[in-house]
């Protein structure tokens, strides 16, 4: 299910031509059509009468779309995309020869979230690209695709662990890292919170932690990321709408952190800040 804000359409990427930008807030979903499709509907449509009391009016519409073109016609729409100086992401399917110095990542993101053409994506590997050093242990919370452990491992980083709470992700992240030519001993996606995994981190700390998820989630999660975060290391927070910026910071800085650097695109902010 995906939730569509009305903000700004980016200039070129994923997404931006084959649905129109909605002039309210809309949240878009896929329901198989099984025989439990009509009663999945009327709970929707029972809870969406339900925000009435909050005030949201809430207008629901349906349509039936054949799988297999609803499944691959988002392709024609991802193109490859250099996202730094070095740093292209390249769709499986497409044709494409790189200069000497471009660094490739081949991805097939599928259902996952993750295509390096979001703002949201791009700047975490732009700021993976500036903060990871060599051999560095990476870890990605709320992995999606997997691009961006993808960049840290061809970045040079040394061991990688992502977590994600969708098994779709967590299938999609493994498969493109192993696309990418990433041996499977130099990393792990787990399906789960990064709470789940906590005590397992806990003797594996990691020198660059980034996590693209939003502003709520970031700040809930905060002391987590801490706890697996070498002393002198580095988060990257990405998916904070601008006016959640102050939010974002003023949790860092409780939890301790140092803010240093803020990066924006449009209505999207990243940042870094070191432990």
């Not at 981190?201 to 939003?214: C, M, R, V």
């Amino acid at each position: 299910m995906v939730s569509q804000v009305p903000l700004e359409a980016p200039p070129e990427g994923f997404g931006s031509d084959d649905l129109p930008i909605p002039d309210e807030t809309s949240i878009s979903g896929y329901i198989p059509d099984t025989d439990s499709s009509i009663q999945t509907l009327e709970k929707i449509r029972k809870r969406a009468k339900e925000l009435a009391n909050e005030g949201v009016d809430v207008v629901i519409q349906t349509s039936i779309v054949d799988q297999d073109d609803w499944a691959e016609s988002w392709k024609n729409f991802f193109h490859v995309t250099k996202i730094t100086d070095k740093i292209v992401v390249k769709p499986t399917w497409r044709e494409f020869t790189p200069n000497a110095d471009d660094i490739v990542i081949e991805l097939d993101p599928g259902m996952a979230f993750g295509t390096g053409t979001h703002p949201t994506t791009a700047m975490c590997v732009q700021l993976i690209e500036k903060y990871l050093k060599y051999e560095d242990r990476f870890l990605d919370v709320g992995t999606g695709s997997g691009i961006l452990m993808i960049a840290a491992a061809k970045l040079g980083a040394s061991y990688l662990i992502g977590v994600d709470t969708d098994e779709i992700a967590v299938q999609v992240a493994s498969e493109n890292l192993l696309k990418n030519i990433i041996a499977s001993n130099l990393f792990d996606v787990k399906k789960g919170t990064l709470e789940q995994y906590i005590s397992e981190f806990n003797s594996l700390k990691f020198d660059l932690i980034a996590a693209n998820i939003i502003a709520e989630v970031l700040i809930e999660i905060m002391a987590d990321i801490k706890a697996c975060l070498k002393t002198g290391g580095t988060v990257i927070l990405s998916g904070i709408i601008k006016e959640r910026t102050d939010k974002v910071t003023a949790a860092l800085e409780r939890h301790g952190f140092t803010i240093s650097e803020i990066m924006s695109d449009g209505e999207w902010i990243a940042i870094a800040a070191k432990k």
